[in-house]
């Protein structure tokens, strides 16, 4: 009995790197151990043998295999490109048939569209990072049809050189993975926790072609914008999710600078007057009667207190509904002081 306890918790996590052949030989002499394993990180060797191919394909098919809840796929390389059937169709069948919450994809080029909306069906959670996806993919994306008891996609996480993962958002094929979305955070300069029971939203860079998603069960978003942008781009998104989201609560603009003279005349260049007119009324009209924030994230700057000042009388005077009913709030965060204000 102790023994098995003390299995449980030591083999419930195992990660796979160059010991491919071992930890097929465990599984196989052990096959009581497979349904511990609720956590897989997988990490592919950068030179892979042949045997180093067999091997996995051996692991991702042993039967007991079958509780895997969390799996962590690093470092993939070229695995699911199109002419690369083998091991990422084992793979792809292999996570379709766990009971996953979590699916984390890092490192993988030329990802077929169709397989990254395969991936999206696997888990409610969902994170890309540093993946790039085929460009005039041969696999039509009209032919994909999610399994019946497939999870919708809660959480979505798309960051650091996956751009090309969130234009795939705008396709209506992948309409449906979106609708159930309560968390999306794209390519964000904030670190958060995964574990945030709160569902956002975070501002890609203005570079990428901005969406106008449609989040039924959004319920708090959070843009985060550098100092240096035109205001209509992404005020024009921040409209775009206040009015396709129904049961948004709490919306959160963060600026953030990339040099003190950025600050000079922030609210000139920034708060564009006809969009914030739009946006309060907008807000002051909206059934769920949000609360938006308007965040300055200061880093060393002497003169933040004026800045604010100016920022907070501009914000003000720029939404006058949210100011009446005290659902305008303004903060700033001075980093060199580590406080709120």
């Not at 169709?89 to 990254?116: C, G, M, N, Y």
Request: a negative charge.
């Amino acid at each position: 009995m102790f023994r098995e306890t003390s299995q449980r918790i030591l083999l419930r996590s195992i990660t796979l790197h160059s010991n491919l052949k071992e930890a097929h030989t465990f599984l196989k002499e052990s096959p009581h151990v497979a349904s511990y394993i609720t956590v897989l990180s997988l990490w592919l060797a950068w030179n892979r043998p042949a045997s180093y191919i067999a091997s996995l394909q051996q692991i991702l098919q042993v039967a007991t295999l079958v509780n895997v809840r969390k799996c962590v796929l690093a470092d993939m390389g070229d695995i699911f490109r199109a002419s690369y059937h083998t091991p990422a169709s084992t793979l792809l069948d292999f996570l379709a048939h766990q009971p996953l919450r979590e699916l984390h994809l890092s490192k993988a080029t030329a990802v077929p569209p169709a397989v990254i909306l395969r991936l999206l069906s696997t888990a409610p959670h969902v994170s890309f990072i540093s993946v790039s996806v085929e460009k005039d993919s041969r696999t039509s994306l009209d032919t994909f049809r999610s399994p019946p008891n497939a999870p919708k996609v809660e959480g979505l996480d798309v960051r650091h050189d996956a751009e090309d993962v969130y234009e795939l958002l705008a396709l209506p094929q992948f309409k449906s993975c979106i609708s159930a979305l309560r968390r999306l955070f794209v390519n964000s300069m904030h670190v958060y926790s995964m574990d945030d029971p709160r569902s956002y939203v975070q501002l890609p860079p203005l570079s990428m072609p901005i969406l106008s998603p449609a989040f039924p069960l959004l319920r708090s978003a959070e843009f985060s914008v550098f100092m240096d942008r035109q205001p209509a781009p992404w005020l024009d998104f921040v409209l775009a999710t206040v009015c396709t989201s129904p049961l948004l609560s709490d919306i959160t603009i963060s600026f953030i600078p990339r040099s003190e003279t950025d600050w000079k005349d922030i609210h000139t260049h920034v708060l564009d007057g006809a969009l914030l007119a739009s946006l309060d009324a907008e807000l002051a009209a909206h059934h769920a009667r949000p609360v938006i924030r308007w965040r300055l994230d200061f880093l060393d700057n002497s003169d933040s207190a004026d800045i604010f000042t100016d920022f907070t009388t501009a914000a003000e005077t720029a939404m006058p509904k949210m100011c009446e009913e005290k659902r305008l709030l303004l903060e700033m965060y001075d980093q060199s002081a580590e406080r709120w204000g």
